[in-house]
Protein backbone atom coordinates (compact mmCIF):
# COMPACT_ATOMS: atom_id res chain seq x y z
CA UNK A 1 0.00 0.00 0.00
CA UNK A 2 1.44 3.51 -1.04
CA UNK A 3 1.53 5.45 2.20
CA UNK A 4 0.49 9.22 1.55
CA UNK A 5 2.35 11.40 4.39
CA UNK A 6 1.00 15.59 4.12
CA UNK A 7 2.76 18.26 5.87
CA UNK A 8 2.46 20.15 7.96
CA UNK A 9 -0.66 19.00 9.73
CA UNK A 10 -1.75 22.13 10.74
CA UNK A 11 -1.00 25.75 8.62
CA UNK A 12 -1.39 29.10 10.11
CA UNK A 13 -1.77 31.85 7.86
CA UNK A 14 -3.83 34.83 7.25
CA UNK A 15 -5.83 35.91 3.99
CA UNK A 16 -3.92 37.25 1.36
CA UNK A 17 -0.77 35.19 2.04
CA UNK A 18 0.72 31.82 -0.16
CA UNK A 19 -0.08 28.12 1.31
CA UNK A 20 2.01 25.48 0.61
CA UNK A 21 1.18 21.82 1.08
CA UNK A 22 3.25 19.34 0.62
CA UNK A 23 1.89 15.21 -0.02
CA UNK A 24 4.90 12.91 0.17
CA UNK A 25 4.28 9.13 -1.28
CA UNK A 26 6.02 6.12 0.30
CA UNK A 27 6.57 4.84 -3.39
CA UNK A 28 6.16 6.20 -6.70
CA UNK A 29 3.16 7.51 -7.58
CA UNK A 30 1.66 8.13 -11.36
CA UNK A 31 1.23 11.90 -11.86
CA UNK A 32 -1.80 11.16 -13.50
CA UNK A 33 -3.05 9.50 -10.85
CA UNK A 34 -2.83 12.42 -8.02
CA UNK A 35 -5.59 14.71 -6.92
CA UNK A 36 -6.14 17.27 -4.03
CA UNK A 37 -9.47 17.88 -2.01
CA UNK A 38 -10.84 20.09 0.00
CA UNK A 39 -12.96 19.58 2.84
CA UNK A 40 -15.30 22.26 5.13
CA UNK A 41 -16.27 21.13 8.30
CA UNK A 42 -19.45 19.22 7.76
CA UNK A 43 -19.76 19.34 3.86
CA UNK A 44 -18.85 16.46 1.34
CA UNK A 45 -15.04 17.07 -0.14
CA UNK A 46 -14.33 18.87 -3.46
CA UNK A 47 -11.98 17.83 -5.78
CA UNK A 48 -9.52 20.86 -6.53
CA UNK A 49 -6.97 19.08 -8.76
CA UNK A 50 -6.46 16.20 -10.34
CA UNK A 51 -3.49 14.48 -12.40
CA UNK A 52 -1.23 16.05 -10.18
CA UNK A 53 -1.75 19.67 -11.95
CA UNK A 54 -5.14 19.64 -13.45
CA UNK A 55 -7.49 22.19 -11.94
CA UNK A 56 -10.80 20.70 -11.66
CA UNK A 57 -14.13 22.78 -13.51
CA UNK A 58 -14.90 26.02 -11.84
CA UNK A 59 -11.55 25.87 -9.21
CA UNK A 60 -9.65 29.61 -9.12
CA UNK A 61 -6.78 29.76 -10.61
CA UNK A 62 -5.26 30.66 -7.60
CA UNK A 63 -5.09 26.92 -6.53
CA UNK A 64 -2.03 25.00 -8.59
CA UNK A 65 -0.67 21.66 -8.07
CA UNK A 66 2.51 19.82 -9.15
CA UNK A 67 4.81 17.38 -8.80
CA UNK A 68 5.88 14.03 -9.55
CA UNK A 69 7.32 11.05 -7.79
CA UNK A 70 7.37 10.70 -4.82
CA UNK A 71 6.67 14.48 -4.00
CA UNK A 72 3.58 16.57 -4.91
CA UNK A 73 2.56 20.08 -3.55
CA UNK A 74 -0.62 21.51 -3.85
CA UNK A 75 -0.16 26.26 -3.53
CA UNK A 76 -2.68 28.25 -2.93
CA UNK A 77 -1.15 31.82 -4.04
CA UNK A 78 -3.58 34.18 -1.98
CA UNK A 79 -5.64 32.88 0.48
CA UNK A 80 -9.20 33.83 0.48
CA UNK A 81 -11.58 33.26 3.65
CA UNK A 82 -13.09 30.47 1.95
CA UNK A 83 -10.24 28.67 1.61
CA UNK A 84 -9.47 27.62 5.51
CA UNK A 85 -9.79 24.28 5.46
CA UNK A 86 -8.52 20.50 5.12
CA UNK A 87 -7.08 19.52 2.64
CA UNK A 88 -6.25 16.20 1.34
CA UNK A 89 -4.40 14.17 -1.52
CA UNK A 90 -5.41 11.20 -2.95
CA UNK A 91 -3.48 8.42 -5.11
CA UNK A 92 -5.23 6.20 -7.83
CA UNK A 93 -2.38 4.76 -9.56
CA UNK A 94 -1.59 1.92 -7.49
CA UNK A 95 -4.48 -0.16 -5.63
CA UNK A 96 -5.67 0.06 -3.29
CA UNK A 97 -5.99 3.70 -3.38
CA UNK A 98 -5.01 5.49 -0.22
CA UNK A 99 -5.43 8.80 0.93
CA UNK A 100 -3.25 11.52 3.09
CA UNK A 101 -4.01 12.38 6.77
CA UNK A 102 -4.99 15.90 5.97
CA UNK A 103 -3.25 18.89 6.05
CA UNK A 104 -5.99 21.82 8.14
CA UNK A 105 -5.61 25.44 6.95
CA UNK A 106 -6.80 27.75 10.01
CA UNK A 107 -6.81 31.36 10.58
CA UNK A 108 -3.55 33.26 12.54
CA UNK B 1 -27.48 19.63 -11.97
CA UNK B 2 -25.21 16.50 -11.29
CA UNK B 3 -26.05 14.95 -8.59
CA UNK B 4 -25.30 12.13 -6.24
CA UNK B 5 -27.89 11.16 -3.44
CA UNK B 6 -26.69 8.35 -0.69
CA UNK B 7 -29.55 6.84 1.43
CA UNK B 8 -29.83 3.62 3.75
CA UNK B 9 -27.48 4.50 6.63
CA UNK B 10 -28.32 3.80 9.91
CA UNK B 11 -27.84 2.04 13.44
CA UNK B 12 -26.70 -1.74 12.89
CA UNK B 13 -25.22 -3.82 15.78
CA UNK B 14 -21.84 -5.48 14.88
CA UNK B 15 -21.89 -8.77 13.05
CA UNK B 16 -24.73 -7.18 10.82
CA UNK B 17 -25.38 -6.35 7.10
CA UNK B 18 -26.68 -3.50 5.80
CA UNK B 19 -27.12 -1.59 1.86
CA UNK B 20 -25.93 1.67 0.84
CA UNK B 21 -27.76 3.19 -2.68
CA UNK B 22 -26.55 6.23 -4.13
CA UNK B 23 -28.54 7.40 -6.81
CA UNK B 24 -27.06 9.41 -10.00
CA UNK B 25 -28.53 12.26 -11.68
CA UNK B 26 -27.80 14.75 -14.01
CA UNK B 27 -25.24 12.95 -15.82
CA UNK B 28 -24.82 9.19 -18.05
CA UNK B 29 -23.96 7.79 -14.94
CA UNK B 30 -22.74 4.19 -16.88
CA UNK B 31 -19.93 6.43 -18.68
CA UNK B 32 -18.43 7.13 -15.26
CA UNK B 33 -16.70 5.00 -12.47
CA UNK B 34 -17.95 5.46 -9.19
CA UNK B 35 -16.42 5.18 -5.60
CA UNK B 36 -17.38 5.09 -1.85
CA UNK B 37 -15.28 6.88 0.09
CA UNK B 38 -15.80 7.02 4.31
CA UNK B 39 -14.86 9.06 7.17
CA UNK B 40 -15.11 8.08 10.54
CA UNK B 41 -15.85 10.64 13.27
CA UNK B 42 -13.09 13.19 13.75
CA UNK B 43 -10.54 11.61 11.03
CA UNK B 44 -9.49 11.66 7.41
CA UNK B 45 -11.09 10.07 4.39
CA UNK B 46 -10.65 6.98 3.38
CA UNK B 47 -10.96 5.37 0.78
CA UNK B 48 -13.28 1.95 0.25
CA UNK B 49 -14.18 0.38 -2.82
CA UNK B 50 -14.46 2.06 -6.84
CA UNK B 51 -16.23 0.32 -9.98
CA UNK B 52 -15.80 1.04 -13.23
CA UNK B 53 -18.52 2.54 -15.58
CA UNK B 54 -19.64 -0.90 -17.20
CA UNK B 55 -19.86 -2.80 -14.00
CA UNK B 56 -16.74 -5.09 -14.61
CA UNK B 57 -13.92 -3.60 -12.59
CA UNK B 58 -14.13 -3.38 -9.24
CA UNK B 59 -11.51 -2.35 -6.84
CA UNK B 60 -11.46 -3.11 -2.56
CA UNK B 61 -9.61 -1.91 0.30
CA UNK B 62 -8.00 -3.94 1.92
CA UNK B 63 -9.95 -4.09 5.51
CA UNK B 64 -13.11 -4.29 3.45
CA UNK B 65 -12.41 -6.77 0.96
CA UNK B 66 -14.71 -10.06 1.48
CA UNK B 67 -16.86 -7.75 3.42
CA UNK B 68 -18.06 -5.58 1.57
CA UNK B 69 -19.26 -5.86 -2.27
CA UNK B 70 -19.81 -2.91 -4.64
CA UNK B 71 -22.37 -3.10 -7.26
CA UNK B 72 -23.78 -1.11 -9.92
CA UNK B 73 -27.74 -0.77 -11.58
CA UNK B 74 -26.86 1.65 -14.76
CA UNK B 75 -30.89 1.24 -15.65
CA UNK B 76 -31.46 2.75 -12.40
CA UNK B 77 -28.71 5.24 -12.48
CA UNK B 78 -27.57 3.40 -8.97
CA UNK B 79 -24.41 2.90 -7.19
CA UNK B 80 -24.80 -0.12 -4.23
CA UNK B 81 -22.64 -0.95 -1.09
CA UNK B 82 -23.72 -4.21 0.60
CA UNK B 83 -21.36 -4.45 3.57
CA UNK B 84 -21.72 -7.36 6.30
CA UNK B 85 -19.86 -8.67 9.23
CA UNK B 86 -19.85 -4.93 10.17
CA UNK B 87 -17.39 -3.54 12.97
CA UNK B 88 -17.28 -0.71 15.20
CA UNK B 89 -14.45 0.60 13.13
CA UNK B 90 -16.59 0.87 10.08
CA UNK B 91 -19.05 3.46 12.02
CA UNK B 92 -18.42 6.32 9.52
CA UNK B 93 -20.35 8.99 7.38
CA UNK B 94 -20.06 7.05 3.53
CA UNK B 95 -20.00 9.03 0.52
CA UNK B 96 -20.45 8.69 -2.93
CA UNK B 97 -18.21 9.70 -5.73
CA UNK B 98 -18.08 9.88 -9.36
CA UNK B 99 -15.15 10.09 -11.01
CA UNK B 100 -13.81 12.48 -13.66
CA UNK B 101 -13.62 9.07 -16.71
CA UNK B 102 -12.37 5.96 -15.81
CA UNK B 103 -11.59 4.09 -12.13
CA UNK B 104 -8.28 5.80 -11.55
CA UNK B 105 -9.64 9.26 -12.12
CA UNK B 106 -10.14 11.92 -9.55
CA UNK B 107 -13.72 12.00 -8.03
CA UNK B 108 -15.45 15.32 -8.83
CA UNK B 109 -18.81 15.00 -8.10
CA UNK B 110 -19.99 14.26 -4.41
CA UNK B 111 -22.90 12.83 -2.32
CA UNK B 112 -23.95 14.60 0.63
CA UNK B 113 -22.78 11.48 3.00
CA UNK B 114 -25.17 8.62 4.86
CA UNK B 115 -23.98 7.70 8.42
CA UNK B 116 -23.44 4.08 9.65
CA UNK B 117 -22.96 3.72 12.91
CA UNK B 118 -22.05 0.15 14.33
CA UNK B 119 -22.88 -0.47 17.75
CA UNK B 120 -24.77 -2.34 20.40
Known amino acids: EIVLTQSPGTLSLSPGERATLSCRASQSVSSSFLAWYQQNPGQAPRLLIYGASSRATGIPDRFSGSGSGTAFTLTISRLEPEDFAVYYCQQSGTSPWTFGQGTKVEIK | EVRLLESGGGLVQPGGSLRLSCAGS????????TSWVRQAPGKGLEWVST????????YYADYVKGRFTISRDNSKNTLYLQMKSLRAEDTAVYYC?????????????WGQGTTVTVSS
Open chain 2, 51 to 58: ISGSGDST
Open chain 2, 97 to 109: AKSIGGPRSGMDV
Open chain 2, 26 to 33: GFTFSTYA
